[in-house]
């Protein structure tokens, strides 16, 4: 998939247009309060251009995972109030997502007002992406806008089905993340060095494979560094180790060897005596993890090693962190990793998910080139595979 050829809200007239933008709304809420608004932030800057240009705006999205039924507790119309606040004009609720109201106040639209209707999940042919929902969904408007990158790795009717009746065309947080991710993956400024940490080696396979084809360096972290030590003999101790997945590591070290592509391991870790935050702890080399005993961080030369490495580098992407940092003891190793992403002076993406949470947490956002807002379509999107909720936009 290129990146970079499909149309955007710019290369489409739509003024005085219905226009279905799917967003992702999927924000925290507790007692019915946003507690982060972040994701509604990011959906502004394609909101405040329909506007501007007199579209009449169909906003549409998700929230948390009612199982196809109606449930208060998921409403969006929270989110409709936060839209309002944001910006500065009134933003109408449909209090259903095809029905009367929602077909009522979506004809009513003047140019440059904006509609935010129900929670798309509350029926379960929006996850089974069926063709007459979608439709419904689709007769709402005249054109399609997919800003949602979230859930673009998602074949939903809202992500993809009503793309077979309207004209469908990106956002420009769906323009940004691919233009980032998409131009890392096809032309990356050189040296490219991807990061990746996390638990399993299993969710990443993919990933490794892809990116083994198109960096310099390839530095492993987290959980699933203890599965590549065990390809090599070493002994782990009590830490996490995917043993169906050790023979893929010993291949994935090979390969990176046989592309000249530079592996890094962490040669040293900080362990703990138990999973707890107030566990003991000390730092032990690669090879030498005591039985009994658990990796829980990367240790402060496995820090020093992967920064050096950053040194110099261009293009950067990180995706999962380097230890248990949401437990003091063992955030060192990831806000190491963090600090100097950001001192690199590279083109640093961040792919979803935790790494998102640490860079976010340890204060370096803003240091930060491009913060993907997708987990798993990130992942996806790293890993090479299409994505149906960008497939089915137009080509340019």
């Known amino acids: 998939m290129t990146a970079t050829n499909k149309k955007t809200i710019e290369d489409i007239q739509v003024g005085g247009k219905r226009v279905l933008v799917r967003c992702d709304f999927n ?24 506007i501007k240009q007199g579209a009449r705006v169909i906003l549409c999205s998700h929230l948390g995972r009612p199982g196809g039924e109606v449930n208060p507790a998921f409403s969006l119309a929270p989110v409709a109030a936060r839209l309002s606040q944001l910006l500065g004009q009134e933003v109408a609720f449909a209090s259903d997502v095809i029905g009367p109201d929602a077909k009522a106040k979506a004809a009513a639209l003047q140019d440059g007002q904006v509609l935010l209707i129900e929670n798309v999940r509350f029926h379960k042919e929006e996850t089974k992406n069926e063709p007459g ?66 638990a399993k080696v299993s969710d990443k396979i993919g990933v490794i494979t892809n990116l083994l084809t198109k960096v310099d360096t390839l530095i492993i972290g987290g959980g699933m560094a203890y599965t590549f030590f065990k390809a090599q003999g070493f002994s782990i101790g009590g ?74 580098a261009e293009t950067v992407i990180w995706n999962g962190p380097m230890g248990v940092f949401e437990m003091d ?48 379509a990130s992942l996806e999107f790293l890993e090479g595979l299409e994505l149906p909720g960008i497939a089915c936009l137009q080509e340019k």
Request: proline share 4%.
């Open 329 to 376: 003891k063992f955030a060192g190793g990831t806000c190491a990793i963090a600090k100097a992403v950001a001192d690199s002076g590279a083109v640093s993406i961040i792919g979803g998910g935790d790494s998102v949470a640490a860079v976010t947490k340890l204060g370096f956002s803003d240091k930060m080139s491009h913060i993907s807002t997708g987990g798993g």
């Open 133 to 198: 929902f979608a439709g419904e969904l689709a007769s709402l408007a005249e054109i399609f806008v997919n800003d949602a990158f979230g859930t673009a790795h998602r074949a939903h009717a809202s992500t993809t089905g009503v793309a077979d009746y309207l004209p469908a065309v990106c956002g420009y947080l769906i323009q940004k993340e691919i233009g980032f991710m998409g131009g890392a993956l096809e032309n990356p400024k050189r040296p490219f060095v991807a990061i990746l940490g996390g």
């Open 27 to 50: 924000v925290p809420l507790k007692d019915g309060v946003i507690t982060n608004d972040k994701r509604i932030v990011a959906a502004l800057p394609t909101i405040r251009y329909l």
């Open 239 to 312: 830490s996490l180790c995917e043993d169906d997945k050790v023979e893929d590591a010993g291949k994935m070290m090979k390969e990176a060897e046989a592309k000249g592509v530079r592996f890094l391991l962490p040669v040293d870790n900080r362990i703990g005596d138990k999973f707890d935050a107030g566990c003991n702890d000390q730092v032990v080399d690669s090879n030498d993890i005591p039985d009994g005993w658990m990796g829980m961080d990367i240790g402060p030369k496995s820090e020093e090693l992967f920064a050096s490495a950053l040194k110099g």
